[in-house]
């Protein structure tokens, strides 16, 4: 009787926790009617893995999305994957060049803040073109 209480009691405790169990799923974004980010993730044994499709993107001078394109049908796989306390980092191939992430979960863990991890060398670029670093981009877990 008293194993059934300590395992009902951190069954209770850990669905109250943050953790990689509410990260699952597969996350999107949408503006005006279409998906322009999915993000996918699992956790195997402790291991979070997934991938994801990044539609190309626009924003204005507030670095608020005001175009974005369909997501691509195909997943880059990310990797990196770190979960601390409800934000999850992680990072993805996009060419030579290696995309940084932060997830940070939201509601309970049914919606996030996607932010683009931006180096200070690409803010210095994208401000010569007088573009802003993009603003989080809020996703629904589905």
Do not use: C, Y
């Not at 009902?8 to 998906?35: H, K, Y």
């Not at 996009?94 to 940070?104: A, H, I």
């Not at 803040?113 to 073109?129: N, P, Q």
């Amino acid at each position: 009787m008293k194993a059934l209480v300590v395992a009902l009691a951190m069954t209770a405790l850990s669905a109250n926790q943050p953790g990689a169990g509410s990260i699952d799923g597969t996350w999107t974004a949408e503006f005006q009617g279409r998906t322009f980010i999915r993000l996918e993730l699992k956790t195997v044994n402790g291991t979070i893995s997934g991938g994801m499709a990044l539609g190309d993107i626009e924003v204005d001078g507030q670095g608020e999305v005001k175009r974005a394109r369909d997501v691509p049908r195909d997943l880059k796989h990310i990797f990196a994957a770190t979960l601390r306390g409800s934000t999850l980092s992680f990072s993805r191939k996009d060419g030579d060049g290696t995309d940084r992430f932060e997830l940070k979960l939201l509601e309970g863990g049914k919606a996030g803040e996607l932010t683009f991890e931006v180096s200070d060398e690409d803010i210095r670029e994208l401000a010569k073109d007088g573009i802003p670093p993009p603003k989080p981009i809020r996703l629904t877990k589905r």
